[in-house]
């Protein structure tokens, strides 16, 4: 369910939610991360931070994003699965629409 840092809920965890709109999956976000903390969440092996202040020629949102506008078909062999992401920045914000080829 990580993938760099992402946290994904699948369309079929959703589902199984009974969560079909955006507005429910963002309600239903704080809900899903504190299991996702219970289940997964470790005590890191040093208690150094190696983090680095992000210089200001840096665009991390440019960096920590895949993004590619799509149109969407009613072909039946487009086989391009839609999944909702979030980074961790976004966890407090609303959950948005990321395609990744091979998702």
Not at 8 to 13: F, G, I, Q
Not at 30 to 56: C, G, K, L, T, W
Request: with cysteine; proline share 6%.
């Amino acid at each position: 369910m990580t993938d760099a840092g992402t946290v994904t809920m699948s369309t079929k965890e959703l589902r199984l939610q009974g969560i079909s709109t955006s507005e429910a999956a963002n309600a239903y976000l704080p809900e899903f991360r504190i299991d996702y903390n219970e289940r997964f969440a470790r005590e890191p092996q040093s208690p150094h931070d190696a983090h680095r202040p992000v210089r200001e020629d840096e665009d991390v949102e440019r960096i920590f994003t895949w993004q590619e506008e799509r149109k969407l078909s009613k072909n039946p062999d487009s086989r391009l699965a839609s999944t909702r992401r979030c980074t961790s920045s976004e966890l407090s914000r609303e959950v948005t629409d990321v395609r990744r080829p091979g998702d």
